[in-house]
């Protein structure tokens, strides 16, 4: 025990020793701020082992220990507890955070309750009694810390006022909601069971405390993205600060549900598509080939068997024959699709058809099917068989064909043979003056140049490069060089 020095006779009385037992701490002052007496309790939740090392007074205590609230503010001058008491104030469930002066001590977590003890109608003594709650502060730090950063979405519901304290920033991203639109609103106001059928049931247990099973419902987020969302909500209890709460819980339904929207549209898109296609199409199961579905082309353009049974079974339609199906079959072992598989059947008239059949391995609904589709190549096959004949029977006799090509190579030749020939009389026809004419030509000269160079008169130049251009059928010097180079002419008297 501590003693103040003051009156030791009370510090020994049964009273305290009783009192120095308990594991709640105790610290009585004196009305003029003194601190008179503290259990051991008291003094190893402050770290200290005697009265003194807490302070003489008041104002040493607070010296020697900063106070904080829970949200980390520190507690103002003339609002710590003991100067609460010492002003005559009682109070409840005052939680502090007690930061020693020595920063190699730990921090604690004190609930502090006040009281004023009095003897003959005077106040005798304050009261202080600690509850050291630092391993329930440790573990809900740690509970806010996991629940804030655990992704599935996730609110927590005071039972006794029925309101919202947490939600974690998984249930804000879910519903882009702000948490000041959530918290301090009532399971009414923010009605987180709402359309589940279960939902009288699910307010009962959450108002009772007991666990509630997982339910649908639709949680309304006023203009947020589509205004309503579909989840599964369920709720367990749990203590939050001693108080009694509910745990919910929370999964999204909205990428399912679009998921299922999408799927929908898909299947209602593929029916369309079936049933509209032209070329008949068939949906059979793809271990035994029972037929599951025929769009409208393949009832109209395939003929049933005469025995056909009532509904129509695959086999009941001419193309598949017992051979066409294990033939089928025996092609879809090696491969998941089968492609321009010809199969042969009748038609109204009972002339013989051809199709092509592709086989393409689908799932419908979990199953594994086979989709089906026929072309009826039975015109083209015609064609192409009376095409081979014709020429077959143009063939037995070529010789007609023959002639003409010979002929046709002869007068080829003639042609080439006789361009050379005509070429060749050409530069004969030239005489000598004009082949020396058009050669200076291919060297460029002007007619000036070349009368200069041949020693002759310049309208005789010019009445040469004329015979030229007539002899040779061009109209210009250029023709006239573009002639000779093509010919191999080079000039002067070559022939």
Request: aromatic share 6%; hydrophobic share 40%; charged share 25%.
């Amino acid at each position: 025990m501590s003693e103040s020095g003051k009156d030791p006779g009370a510090i020994q009385s049964p009273l305290h020793q009783l009192i120095a037992e308990l594991s709640d701490g105790i610290v009585l002052l004196d009305p003029d701020g003194r601190l008179r007496w503290a259990n051991p309790a008291a003094l190893e939740m402050h770290g200290v082992e005697s009265l003194g090392e807490l302070g003489p007074d008041v104002d040493a205590y607070r010296r020697r220990f900063e106070l904080y609230y829970r949200n980390h503010h520190e507690v103002g001058e003339g609002r710590s507890p003991m100067e609460r008491l010492l002003d005559g104030e009682a109070f409840e469930d005052v939680i502090l955070e007690v930061r020693p002066g020595d920063p190699e001590l730990p921090n604690r977590y004190h609930r502090v309750r006040g009281r004023t003890l009095s003897r003959e109608g005077r106040p005798d003594a304050l009261a202080l009694i600690i509850e050291d709650i630092t391993e329930l502060m440790s573990a809900e730090e740690r509970f806010e810390r996991s629940f804030n950063a655990n992704p599935a979405p996730a609110l927590i519901c005071r039972l006794d006022s029925q309101r919202f304290i947490r939600a974690n920033q998984g249930f804000l991203d879910m519903t882009g909601l702000e948490a000041e639109e959530i918290l301090q609103h009532s399971i009414y106001e923010f009605d987180v069971f709402a359309h589940s059928p279960q939902r009288e049931s699910a307010i009962q247990r959450l108002c009772a405390g007991r666990s509630i099973p997982q339910t649908e419902a639709v949680l309304h987020l006023g203009g947020r993205g589509d205004g309503s969302k579909c989840v599964i909500v369920a709720g367990q209890p749990i203590d939050v600060g001693n108080a009694p709460c509910m745990l919910l819980t929370f999964t999204d339904l909205e990428p399912a549900r679009q998921a299922q929207h999408a799927l929908r549209q898909s299947e209602a898109l593929f029916a369309t598509v079936f049933q509209m296609s032209p070329v008949p199409t068939a949906l059979v199961s793809a271990d035994s080939l029972t037929l599951i579905e025929a769009n409208a082309a393949f009832e109209r353009d395939l003929v049933r068997r005469a025995d056909a049974s009532e509904p129509p079974g695959l086999e009941d339609y001419s193309p598949f024959t017992p051979q066409t199906r294990r033939q089928l079959l025996k092609a879809l072992e090696k491969a998941s699709h089968v492609e321009e598989m010809e199969v042969h059947g009748v038609d109204d008239a009972n002339n013989p058809t051809i199709y092509v059949l592709a086989a393409e391995a689908v799932e419908i609904n979990r199953r594994d099917c086979l989709l089906l589709t026929l072309v009826d190549i039975s015109e083209r096959k015609r064609y192409e068989n009376q095409l081979s004949d014709a020429i077959e029977t143009v063939m037995k006799d070529a010789s007609w064909f023959t002639r003409t090509l010979v002929e046709k190579l002869a007068n080829v030749r003639d042609a080439g043979n006789d361009a050379a020939l005509s070429d060749q009389a050409a530069l004969a026809d030239l005489s000598v003056r004009e082949r020396d004419v058009l050669g200076l030509i291919c060297e460029g000269l002007s007619d000036k140049r070349i009368a200069a160079r041949l020693e002759l008169a310049h309208s005789t130049v010019r009445n040469y490069v004329a015979s030229l251009y007539q002899k040779l059928g061009v109209h210009s010097r250029g023709e006239a060089i573009v002639w000779a180079r093509q010919r191999g002419f080079q000039g002067g008297s070559e022939t």
